[in-house]
């Protein structure tokens, strides 16, 4: 089993933080939603529901809630489509165990995929589901990180990116990923720090938990 994804410390460049650390107490807009069964009427947003004919409702998200993002890479030129089929199978395990485990995920792909879940079983079946509908569907001279999403800010927690052996991360390096698990055949240069080389998912799976206690 792949073990879910460990939050370190907060990031930082030259710059200073990469992300803001969250207000004690805070809660961030996530989106606005049709009312369910449940959610809280004082979450209710009065303009929308008048707009719209329904209730509906502010879905928030706490900024200190444990956050795992994972970037697929999506172009055919980084992958070929068996190593594809692997990296699916590697976001797959990485999303699941993570949303399993408490944290809020997120699914982004270079075709412009941008899938945000709560946590646990049922919402962790709602990423595989999106998974199944993946395809190598980007143009080839497409940017790693879709470009709208790389002008906004690192997302919270940790930032997974799961790619071909040599690719350039190019803009998505603004967001700093905490992981690159590159699969494929290896790289001519050596790995660095924060990157996985792995020749499959079961590999990759193997080498992402001996990181996460420590082992690697």
Known sequence: AVRPARAGHPRHHHDGPITDPPLRGSADLRAVRQYVLGDEVRHLHWKASARTGRLMVREYADPAQLRCTVLLDTRPRSLTAAAFEEAVEVVASLLFASATAGQHCRLITTTGTDTPVDSGL??????????????????DDAPLLPSPLAAGRRPGGVVVVVTGPDTDLGPARRWHPDTVIRLGSPPSGAAGAGQITAVDAADAAARWNALMTGAA
């Open 122 to 139: 049922r919402v962790a079946r709602v990423v595989l589901d999106e998974l199944c509908l993946v395809t190598q569907d980007a143009v």
